[in-house]
């Protein structure tokens, strides 16, 4: 019916051509888990629209769809995020086919792991087959306009690898895995295990109250970043009206990157427990998309800093021994399969260039954290009118930023 509606607004305001066709693009936006899990009916239904279909013929038989990564990942954690978008994907092309339409993604990138960030040419690699096909569309956010595209030949290095990554996943297609049928049961038990664990986690009582006393989020909200306020509008102060970019950014600002890993352990875990050990094992030697999505987890978590988010965890009182033993003990389980998993005795072993720069990085922004701790206790007790306490931790946060990368 939204789609709909568009095409009949466009009518109404007299936007046709010279045919009496529309010639707009009607994108379908699928951002939740359950978003994902229902977008192939809901695309199905509307190709079965005669009146939109014969938009769509008008338009070369050709519907784009929009994937969210954001609002997935908050809403049930990076596994199941991952995992549902990769489904989402092979059932909408195999529903597409069948009715003789051709799908472009367009996919909804953030900056950061837990919003889709990464690397273009790996997140390619792991892509169903065929969802590429010649055709890519994807968001730039603001955050890393500068370090891809600051200067010309940033701008066309980050061109170049882009249209290489897409010519080498198009022309380049991956023979089919049969070992595939069996790993997606495997896949579906640690997404839903990881959702279970996640979602403990953050709909436990007092949670948010805790969220906002262990993370900076008051200073972000004051910093009025991006495009939208932080919550909408109107709205309490519950996860579901906060919005993906400050949940993301204020736990990366207090060194615990929980999107970008809470859960993950759990649902591996679960995994062998089921006795899916060595299954585990060939998906992550042999399947593109759980080998990116465990080298993914093993770049956040060597981007995060547990002794770090234990000082803002303190700032929480009574809470912090409520809420920070859980974060450290599904840490430490994250890591040990992620490394066991990988083969490696630490993180980022493979990726030596990218461990070295993240361990010369991390000494110049720790002591700007610990800074951040102490000026955040000052300004509470301020409630916060103390303007000049502000500033300090607007410059922290923005010292955080630069040195962490991959933030919001």
């Known amino acids: ?61 050709t519907q784009m769809v929009m994937l969210g990564y954001s609002d997935s990942g908050k809403d049930g954690g990076i596994a199941a995020s991952r995992w549902g978008l990769q489904r989402a994907q092979v059932e909408l092309l195999e529903a597409a086919a069948e009715l003789g339409v051709r799908l472009t993604f367009f996919h909804g990138r953030g900056g950061s792991i837990a919003r889709g960030g990464g690397k ?10 065929g969802s590429v096909d010649g055709r890519l569309r994807v968001t730039e956010q603001g955050e890393v306009i500068h370090r891809k595209y600051g200067i010309r030949a940033l701008a066309l ?11 080498l996943s198009s022309l380049r297609p991956r023979a089919p895995e049969p070992r595939e049928d069996n790993w997606r049961p495997v896949m579906d038990l640690v997404a839903e295990r990881s959702t279970v ?46 919005r993906a970019i400050p949940w993301v950014f204020a736990w990366s600002q ?11 352990g759990s649902g591996l875990q679960a995994a062998v427990d089921a006795g899916h050990e060595d299954s585990l094992r060939e998906m992550a030697q042999d399947w593109p998309f759980f080998r990116t999505f465990l080298d993914d987890i093993a770049m956040v978590l060597s981007k995060g800093d547990l002794n770090i988010a234990e000082l803002f ?6 809470l912090h021994m409520r809420f ?27 990726d030596p260039r990218l461990a070295l720069s993240i361990r010369l990085r991390n000494p110049y922004i720790d002591p700007i ?4 701790v102490d000026l955040l206790q000052r300004w509470r007790a301020t409630d916060g009118e103390d303007d000049d306490l502000l500033r300090a931790l607007v410059a922290c946060v923005n010292g955080v930023s630069q040195g962490v990368q991959n933030t919001g």
């Open 157 to 167: 290095r980050s061109l170049e690898q882009m249209t290489g990554a897409v010519l």
């Open 369 to 372: 954290s610990v800074l951040q």
């Open 254 to 264: 207090a060194r615990a990157v929980i999107p970008g890993w809470y859960g993950v």
């Open 1 to 61: 019916a939204d789609v709909l509606t568009v095409l009949a607004l466009a009518r109404r305001g007299g936007l046709v051509d010279d045919a009496g066709a529309v010639p707009l693009d009607i994108v379908p936006l699928f951002e939740t888990v359950d978003d994902l899990r229902g977008g192939t009916g809901t695309v199905q239904d509307l190709l079965a629209d005669p009146v939109y279909r014969q938009h769509l013929a008008a338009r070369g038989d």
């Open 324 to 350: 920070f033993p859980q974060i450290r003990d599904e840490l430490a389980l994250t890591k040990r399969w992620v490394k066991a998993l990988l083969q490696q005795q630490s993180l980022l072993q493979h």
């Open 197 to 242: 664990a996640y979602r403990a986690f953050v709909g436990a009582p007092d949670f948010m109250q805790y969220f906002r006393l262990a993370t900076p989020i008051d200073v972000i909200e004051r910093m009025t970043l991006g495009s939208r306020p932080s919550r909408r509008l109107g709205q309490d102060a519950a996860l579901s009206n906060l």
């Open 313 to 318: 965890s303190r700032l929480s009182g009574d």
């Open 120 to 129: 273009t040419s790996r997140a390619l690699d792991a892509a169903p087959r």
